[in-house]
């Protein structure tokens, strides 16, 4: 009996196709894809400073605003001043000027001599001559000068001793005179030399106990600094900027402008400040302070007196000299033996100015 066909054939059956069927696989694995962005773009970054900037701005504004409105507010209320004060304060007016100065040397020129020309304004300079070596040579002196100038004074106070003095005066004595001068310093280059012996010899007579002889050396060497600086000034040498060359004073002028008066009345008062600085040498703890009060009513007086304008540098120099010589005691009394230096350094530089400038002037000395 033969078997009965199904509805469906096998033939006629649908075979489901393989994907990969007529195709290869790939010989090399695929790419992954590329990871995704994380950072800012260049537009956020660009965007991100100008915030910054922006931020800053603002805040450099509010301060200024706030700045501005407290210093208005502290004018309004009379605790700033509206306009800056220009005076010179006073204390600067007492602080004597011979100290190491950036001084320019003169350039070399083909004679070792040239006439001295006649200030632009003011009084005329002294028709006279002029070293070309002679600012160098007193740039290179000057630490020399002021060592010299302040060494016997400090002893005196107490605040050096003659031995160490020794030590360093004798080697700057062999220096200046292996070192010689131009000639035509000779005059100040003698000066400076005789202040130098001067003060050796009174080295020696505080070693001894010559109280006499002390003061004596003392005096000269004050003198021969004194013309070291008036024989440079004579030649126009520059020395500082209040010297007065530098600022056109002629020689002789203090007998222009009558200053008896002045000078008389200022003698006593410098003749009992004298006596108390040398007695204050010597005095016990409370006698110190007794003599101190009496020189600092001394120097008082002395401010309260009307120096002619031709003179007022001699009576500046004498309240400076009479100052500085109060302060180192009272540095003494204090213990401050570095303060006692100093003060002492400059009670000495300004005498020896003073000194210097009675000679300029023509004015007795005191």
Known sequence: MARK???????????????????????????????????PTCGQFLGGILEILLIALIAVLICGLISGAAVWLAEDRGV????????????????PTVAVLNVPTLAAEPAAERTLDVAAAGTPLPAGVVCADGAAWWFGQQDTFNSVAAALPALASGAENAGALRLRIAPRRDTLVSGGAPACLETPYAALLGAMDETLAGLDAAQAGDSAAFDAHSAAVTLALARTLTSLWDMGVFTAPDA??????????????????????????????????????????LNLNLAIGRMNTLSEQVTALEAPGCVSEVQRLALAHMTATTDSYRAQVASDSAAQLASAGQAAQAFVLLRAWEDWLGLPSL
């Open 5 to 39: 066909s199904s509805p469906m054939q096998d033939d006629e059956l649908t075979m489901l196709g393989d994907p990969f069927d007529g195709g290869s696989l790939p010989d090399e694995p695929l790419t992954p894809p590329p990871p995704l962005r994380t950072g």
């Open 80 to 95: 700033l001043p509206e306009t800056p004060p220009t005076a010179v304060p006073a204390f600067l007016d007492r602080v």
């Open 244 to 285: 007065p060359t530098t600022r056109a004073i002629a020689r002789g002028s203090g007998g222009d402008c009558a200053p008896e008066e002045w000078h008389a009345a200022l003698v006593p008062l410098w003749a009992d400040f004298t006596a108390e600085a040398a007695g204050a040498r010597t005095a016990t703890a």
